[in-house]
């Protein structure tokens, strides 16, 4: 008898809600809390009206936390009531959301869990569930804080592509730059998957209210924010710059290595991230090899050293200022018939209109930066993604700055 009233009371339950049994199974380490409602009458679930209970369903179990390491499950013939209005319609109960599998206190604990260890696969072998079974609490989890965010006013977004696992699957990542929070992701990275992914994620009021969207420089997010953000300023934001400089570097590296292997010279065999590495990162061997490198005065290291200059474009106070700059520097690589930065600057002056917007904006570049790296972490934890929902949960649940939590019972 004391066990059911123990039980009755860890759980919180009143009444008509009564613990009826309490099973131990101690070969599988189980303890089975039986459930039972002790009153002739319920509420619809949707309209709040009372009516007498109508049937029971088929016994339920849901997952609860572990008493003295033993995995706990509630189990319950749930009645149900027929509304006038709604039908046939089972009770709420007290525990656990409508359609779950676990009671709202696990719920708690293993979204605690997950956002403290940061990892699916253990916090799963932790709480000695199924991937499947942690997954479903994820996607509620993020599915209840999206429908609880309210709509603030947006400034500024970003809007990126990022690949799932090696190879050539896609996402678009729609971020909130001032609030440091991916906003939401669609699956590939083509002008229709950008443009819903921003009607999905903002409503017209935001849209309108919006001033810059920042970006590289890849056509499709381009087309996608021109058409539906028609108000908004595009803005190639350091960041993403910076990466075709690197890019211009590496392409350039390449060949000089080709030609210099030709006449046997081994120079830049294996060198790749020592020119892609800042020098104040390097380790001493590192930094010794490049130094001497440095010395020979290669074109790639004079491509490294235009692409180190190029930062100097975003220190520019003025938009003059950055005009300025980019000819003299466009200028000196000209001279030096640095060709792949050549072409890198050739397409940063097709898009001139959003380079100097990162000048006249001042927006915060650290925050692409965040996230790429904050996805990449998401991917080396799940190792890889290969389906498109779980990468898209990961990343909302632990990057969308959601209220996660479901209500505690009443
Ligand atoms: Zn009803």
């Given at each position: ?9 860890i ?12 099973d131990l ?6 303890v089975e ?8 009458k319920g ?23 572990d ?7 509630i189990?319950c013939?749930v009645?149900r009531i027929k509304?006038k209005?709604?039908?046939?319609k089972?009770?709420k109960?007290?525990?656990a959301e409508k359609s779950?599998r676990?009671?709202l206190?696990f719920?708690?604990f293993?979204?605690?869990?997950l956002?403290?260890s940061?990892n ?10 199924s991937?499947d ?19 603030e006013?947006i ?11 090696r190879?050539h ?10 609030r440091?929070r ?5 699956e590939?990275r083509t002008t ?9 994620g903002l ?6 209210g ?5 970006m590289?420089m890849?056509k499709?997010?381009?087309?996608a924010?021109?058409?539906e953000?028609?108000?908004?300023s ?6 993403h710059?910076m990466?075709?400089?690197?890019d211009g ?10 030609k210099?292997?030709k006449s ?13 590495k ?8 590192q ?13 790639t290291?004079q491509?490294w ?9 975003f ?6 200022d950055?005009?300025?700059f980019f000819a003299e ?9 640095l060709?792949k930065?050549i ?15 990162y ?7 650290s925050v ?6 904050k ?9 890889g ?11 909302l ?14």
């Open positions: 008898m004391k066990d059911k009233e123990l039980f009755k009371q759980l919180g339950l009143s009444h008509p809600w009564e613990v009826s049994k309490v199974d101690i070969a599988n380490e189980e809390i039986e459930i039972i409602y002790k009153s002739k509420f619809c679930p949707e309209c709040e009206v009372e009516y007498d209970i109508y049937d029971h369903r088929e016994k339920r179990r849901w997952r609860h936390l008493t003295c390491q033993m995995k706990t499950y189990v013939k009645p509304c209005e709604h039908g046939v089972t009770i109960v007290p525990w779950s676990t009671t206190l719920e708690r293993a979204i605690e869990l956002l403290a940061k699916q696969s253990k916090t799963a072998q932790f709480l000695r569930i991937f079974m942690l997954h479903h609490i994820m996607s509620k989890a993020v599915e209840r804080g999206l429908s609880r965010r309210t709509e006013d400034k500024y977004i970003g809007i990126d592509e990022k690949s799932m696992k190879g699957t896609y996402v678009s990542v729609l971020s909130d730059s001032e440091r991916v906003i939401d992701v669609s590939g229709s998957s950008a443009s819903s992914l921003i009607n999905k409503t017209e009021k935001q849209k309108e919006l001033k810059a969207v920042s590289d890849w499709a997010f381009i087309k924010v021109q058409k953000l028609p108000n908004a595009i803005v190639h934001d350091k960041f710059i990466k075709y400089l690197n570097v590496d392409k350039t590296r390449r060949e000089e290595a080709r210099l292997q046997n010279d081994k120079t830049l065999v294996k060198s790749k991230y020592l020119f892609l800042n020098p104040e990162n390097m380790t001493d061997k930094l010794s090899r490049f130094r001497k490198i440095q010395e020979l005065n290669l074109i290291s491509a050293a235009a692409k180190e200059n190029f930062k100097e474009f220190r520019s106070e003025t938009i003059n950055a005009k300025f520097w466009y200028q000196d690589i000209k001279g030096r018939s060709n930065m072409k890198v600057a050739k397409m940063l002056i097709a898009h001139s209109d959003g380079l100097l917007n000048i006249r904006y001042q927006i915060d570049n692409a930066k965040w996230l790429n790296g996805i990449q972490e998401i991917k080396t934890v799940g190792r993604f290969r389906k498109f929902e779980n990468f898209r949960i990961a990343i649940f632990f990057l969308g700055k959601l209220d996660l939590f479901p209500q505690e019972s009443q």
